[in-house]
């Protein structure tokens, strides 16, 4: 019914920057927050950044001032524009969707299926 397919993952040496798309398709009738988590090797997946329906966002303190958030809501796409990357930054990053489907009142949470972001030292 609704697929989310992320792309703009890669490599790229500490300092750079790297823009992640996430695309969500299918039955919608509206889209409410979108989210970027990330999860390193091991570790447990963290919420990056949030952005409602409305446009307000919310970022992790490890990400502020560095990672940008937009959503395009014609095209129902989250973007996040990541500047100063560090090794740190170097996980799996998956885009998650609040969804309404047409002729379902409920709301759904949909997920990527992620990107790699590897950020070498």
């Known amino acids: 019914q609704v697929q989310l397919v992320e792309s703009g993952g890669g490599l790229v040496q500490a300092g750079g920057s790297l823009r992640l798309s996430c695309a969500a398709s299918?039955?919608?009738?509206?889209?409410?927050?979108m989210t970027w988590y990330r999860q390193a090797p091991g570790k447990q997946r963290d919420l990056v950044a949030t952005?409602?329906?409305?446009?307000?966002?919310n970022y992790a303190g490890s990400v502020k001032g560095r990672f940008t958030i937009s959503r395009d809501n014609a095209n129902n796409t989250v973007y996040l524009q990541m500047n100063s990357l560090k090794p740190e930054d170097t996980a799996v990053y998956y885009c998650?969707?609040?969804?309404?489907?047409?002729?379902?009142?409920?709301?759904?949470?949909?997920w990527g299926q992620g990107t790699q972001v590897t950020v070498s030292s």
């Open positions: 952005i409602t329906s409305g446009g307000s966002t």
């Open positions: 998650n969707a609040e969804i309404v489907l047409v002729g379902n009142p409920r709301r759904y949470s949909y």
């Open positions: 299918g039955t919608i009738f509206d889209v409410r927050a």
